[in-house]
């Protein structure tokens, strides 16, 4: 058994189509493709939020100053 | 060069290699970069030194010598004795080693192998940064690229290599064969070296060393990831035929290939390259909560764990698998820190070496039954076949030369700098001289000035 459908290279290349793995998965792959997408925006999200309310406390306002003065 | 379709493949082949060593170039420039940026003031110019002196000292020895070790070695010495009919047409006395009209293809396959050497050793370089002496990482190069990483090509990134005959062992892109031998090489060094002065806590905690200029380290990275775009083709033959390859395969129909001569595409290689590489930047800004380094290199550590099988891969799987490596790779260079007391300056262990031994592992199961090979008999991929060639890239021919050398260094006393200069720094001398040179010149200008000043009537 092999995960591309082919057992050796004994073939003849003009009709030979896709020789990625676990052909028939198309669609499953690209849901759980798309699942990482998403989920990478909602903890994106989610640690920017907490981020910039952390950081609105954080500042020492002469320091800000000082910052400000750097350009 | 018979007739016009051979004359136009040859040249075709000619052009096509020669173009992927230019882009290969662009490896060492960022990695020169990513070094430079990384390293403190005080050691800039050593460090530079350190990595560019890399380049002559493997080119030549890989001439001389590291070229016939990949003809001569693929059997040797465990299933049979040296090839000297292949090896000595690449001995640097024979004819097809110069200009040589009969033969246009040495030149440029030498080079692609030769940049591929630069890159494992200058893997090394990075790892060792601001307290190993220059001569003692300078043989480590020589080793390295024109050595030990040459024998495992020979053996696993051949067509004719023993691993790729009895362990079906499958590496298309290098994860093993380049990085974690360059990985487990860079681990023995450092495990003998040591750690910068102030890189540990008196309890042990390990502290950042941040580098002076994260801009250059940015832009070392981006021209990594362009040569390595380089290097993916470099891999390939471009263009042959079923009757030139001589195996199994039947029919006319001409393909590209991978280095085992089985078949795949340039095209192929294009999406999982890219998809690898966004699966590993997504993977690593979530695990390293978005630490921008962590993230550039989580790209780069992407590309390395899917490159064993990226020749074969769909897209979506050449993303998932570098994201997964990349979670599994961040977890363990903090694990390995704590607990050994390792100071990779620039995570080139993890990021070379162990994406790329979980590259080869995660490989042997997506690729399970794959015929390795185009040529019969030779066994297909499997996942004992992967883990065995990972363990002998990483630990046999990286990690153990790497540590045995580096042991004898140390026991000379000639591997790392003595304490006082990694504090003032290795450029002192040169910045002193600097400092004076410019003084000087500031007071003759003036002197200068002073003499030609006409006094006011």
């Known amino acids: 058994m092999s995960t591309i459908g082919y057992e050796s290279w004994a073939v003849d290349l003009a009709e030979v189509g896709a020789i990625y793995p676990f052909q028939g998965s198309e669609v499953l792959m690209t849901i759980l493709g798309v699942i990482f997408w998403v989920g990478w925006h909602r903890i994106q999200f989610v640690r920017e939020g907490k981020h910039l309310e952390e950081a609105r406390r954080a500042g020492d306002p002469d320091k800000v100053r000082e910052l400000l003065e750097k350009y | 060069m018979d007739g ?68 001569a070695f693929p059997d040797f010495p465990f299933f049979g004795g040296l090839n000297h009919e292949a090896g000595n047409a690449n001995l640097p006395w024979s004819e097809t080693m110069g200009t040589n009209l009969s033969d246009r293809i040495t030149g440029v396959f030498w080079a692609a192998f030769l940049l591929f050497s630069w890159t494992a050793a200058s893997i090394v370089s990075g790892a060792v940064i601001e307290r190993i002496r220059s001569s003692a990482l300078w043989v480590h190069a020589v080793l390295i690229g024109s050595v030990w990483w040459i024998i495992d090509a020979a053996w696993g990134w051949h067509y004719a290599g023993w691993m790729v005959k009895y362990l079906g062992y499958h590496d298309a892109y290098a994860s093993g064969v380049i990085h974690a031998i360059a990985g487990g090489y860079a681990l023995g060094v450092i495990m003998v070296l040591g750690p910068r002065i102030g890189k540990f806590a008196k309890d042990g905690t390990p502290r950042d060393i941040p580098p002076h200029n994260p801009w250059m380290l940015t832009i070392g990275i981006f021209l990594i990831y362009t040569g390595f775009w380089g290097f993916y083709a470099a891999c390939n033959v471009p263009a042959i035929s079923p009757e030139a390859i001589g195996g199994q395969i039947t029919g006319t129909t001409w393909t590209a290939t991978n280095i085992y001569l089985a078949p795949t595409s340039l095209s192929a290689i294009t999406f ?69 007391k390792l100071d990779d300056a620039v995570g080139a262990v993890a990021v070379h070496g162990y994406a790329g031994v979980v590259g080869l592992v995660i490989s042997g199961f997506m ?62 001398a040169e910045h002193h001289a600097y400092e004076d040179a410019k003084a000087e010149i500031i007071e003759a200008d003036k002197a200068h000035l002073a003499a030609a000043a006409t006094p006011a009537e």
């Open chain 2, 4 to 71: 016009n379709l051979n004359a136009l493949t040859t040249v075709f082949t000619e052009f096509y290699y020669w173009v992927t060593v230019v882009f290969m170039f662009l490896i060492h420039v960022g990695f020169c970069m990513y070094e430079v940026g990384a390293s403190r003031h005080r050691n800039h110019m050593h460090t530079l030194m350190k990595n560019v002196m890399v380049i002559p000292l493997v080119t030549v020895t890989f001439f001389f010598f590291g070229w016939w070790i990949y003809w």
């Open chain 2, 272 to 340: 999982n390259f890219l998809m690898s590489l966004s699966g590993g930047l997504m993977a690593a800004y979530v695990v390293s909560r978005g630490d921008a380094f962590w993230t550039f290199s989580g790209g780069l550590a992407g590309v390395i764990t899917a490159s064993a099988g990226n020749d074969l891969y769909h897209p979506i799987q050449a993303m998932l698998v570098a994201a997964v490596g990349v979670v599994i790779v961040y977890n363990l260079h903090y694990w390995v820190e704590r607990r050994f």
């Open chain 2, 367 to 428: 690729l399970w039954g794959v015929p390795a090979s185009p040529f019969e008999g030779y066994a297909s991929i499997n996942p004992v076949g992967q883990t065995v060639g990972a363990l002998i890239m990483f630990f046999g021919l990286g990690f153990i030369p790497a540590w045995c050398v580096a042991k004898m260094q140390a026991a000379a006393g000639v591997l790392r700098i003595p304490e006082e200069v990694e504090l003032q720094g290795l450029d002192y």
